[in-house]
């Protein structure tokens, strides 16, 4: 019988632990072609979710837990769930029942059908805000202009993955992760599903505006130096505009006794001359401060404790 890992990373979801379980064990009962084993990273959590995922572990062998030392971030302990699986397919999936089980099943029939990688993609974003839908939007029209990669659009850490796919993913050495584009990095045969993206049925998100700013960012410096490419391109051009704007100067300056413009031209050209400047400086900063962190050679989290009984 072949083995299903189900790797779901939490932070503070004490409340969608047990409702989560419960869909957990009705799934279990429908798929009896397969294994299924669930391991929880808990993210440094500070309300009950450490207690509930322990009693969770120590009544259910099929239950593994991974607890971290304190809070790392959702990519960091979606790798954590990788390392720690053993299934012959793994799934990652958020706590609040937004990837629905039913899409599983799907999955599996593309994985059967000899896919290595099935992406479960949302069919619409017509629960989002319109900010949302935008700033996705134009994520993956930017990233996969610049990127090396092409990131499936509307497509979250859901998807399946084969052992051979996961094996790759964790021997990546990086500590700065984005776990979207490492794992379209490896590649493999990829199939796709379509699903509608129901709503959260219990607590609030952990990712905000500037969390998702924050991961966009991650995502398209890990992927592409384009952005340090467009700044030597820009600043040839200003060059080259300056040049000859000089040169406009001098000509009418010694064949017609024009005088070159004034004190607010000027301002207007060290201002913005200035803003350009400390923009590129910015962008240079973001792959430097990148250069630095991962020079450290940090590991990506600590465990402070693993839970685990399956023997397999």
Known sequence: MQ??????????????LTIFFGHLLNFQQQITNYQTEWIIVDDGSRDATPEIIQKLAEENDFVCSVIFSRNFGKESALFAG????????????????QDPFEVI????????QGADVV???RSSRNNDSFFKRFSAEWFYRLNNKVSSIRLEENVGDFRLMTRQ???EIIKLEENQLFMKGLMSWVGFKTAIVAYERPNRTEGKTKFNYRKLWNLAVEGITSFSTVPLKVWTYFGSFIALISFLYGIKIIIE???FGINASGYASLMVAIL???GVQLIGIGVLGEYLGRTYLESKRRPKYIVKKVLKKNDW
């Open 165 to 167: 796919v996961v094996d």
């Open 119 to 121: 992406l479960a993609k």
């Open 272 to 274: 913005f001359f200035g």
């Open 105 to 112: 099943f799907s999955m599996i029939e593309k994985y059967e």
């Open 3 to 16: 083995k299903l890992s189900i790797i779901t990373p939490v932070f503070n979801e004490e409340k969608m």
């Open 82 to 97: 990788l390392e720690h699986s053993l299934g012959d397919i793994v799934i990652p999936m958020d706590i609040d029942l």
């Open 253 to 255: 300056k010694v064949f």
